[in-house]
């Protein structure tokens, strides 16, 4: 018997929690087949609707259903991290609760663990059913961020993954308290298998992400995976310094020359904001990094738990 971990983050799922569940058992006879036992480990991210209550309803039927309850919303990341810490599997799988990831795709994900791949990670080549505008943004941050980081981070990839355990311990290595788990996930390497599907939408309820929480997370990204950023002040400087150069010298020349006094204090006044910009700029990507920093040495747990059922 092989014991599978099937990780959901939840928060605010309520309407979702059943139905996950009975679409996961829909894979009963595959399970039987494969000699797979499994468990059902529901993290309620701080939920304030009934998640924890309904996953314990079903815990009472189901003794495979697991709960880890967090004291407060941690984000998504850290209840991944959780659910691979308190996993039991051979493998784990993670997988969203609104059903986009859909659990019709473990024989398929199965079949390729089989045949020796570590992990098995999918990817969706549609968007379809979201707006253009995040469409477009989520290309472009996946281009900039193949661009400047060695990483690879592949675009329309989804957390939804099937790891073995060396895979699960590697990510669980990796104990960093600012976590962009796509970048995490490349950054382990092991054997991947890419699956492609189009994209499902959300069975029930809202998404938990809006754009400016996802415009945050994508600068998360960069700056945990690229320091990239960071040699942009170094060029404006040089930039700078060489174009202030060059103004000097046709000022002298034209001086000498022609004799005319240096004109317009208004030109003088759009130089130094634009320079001042940049040097705020400047210094607010190294802001970044060093609270980035500042959270990261302070250690501080990645979650709390309130409770948990096992
Ligand atoms: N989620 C979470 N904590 C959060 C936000 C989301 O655990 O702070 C979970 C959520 O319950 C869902 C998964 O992460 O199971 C993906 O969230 P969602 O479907 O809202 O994101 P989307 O699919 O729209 O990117
Ligand atoms: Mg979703």
Redesign the pocket.
Known sequence: MRLLSVI????N?EENIRDFYDELCKNNDFFREKQIEFELLYVD?GSKDKTAAEVKKLHEEDGRVRLVSFSR?F??EA?IYAGLQKCRGDLAVLM???L?DPPSLLPEMYGYIEQGYDSVATRRVTRKGEPPVRSFFARMFYRLMNHISKTEIVDGARDYRLMTRPVVDAILSMSEYNRFTKGIFGWVGYETKWLEYENVE?RKGE???SFWKLFLYSLEGIIAFSTAPLTIASVMGVLFCMVAFGIIIVTIVRKLLFGDPTSGWPSLVCIIMMVSGVQLFCLGILGQYLSKTYMEVKRRPIYLVKEELD
Not at 8 to 11: Q, S, T, W
């Open positions: 959901v983050p939840c928060f799922e991210d919303n984000g998504k209840a969203d609760a609104d986009q959300r998404t938990k992400w």
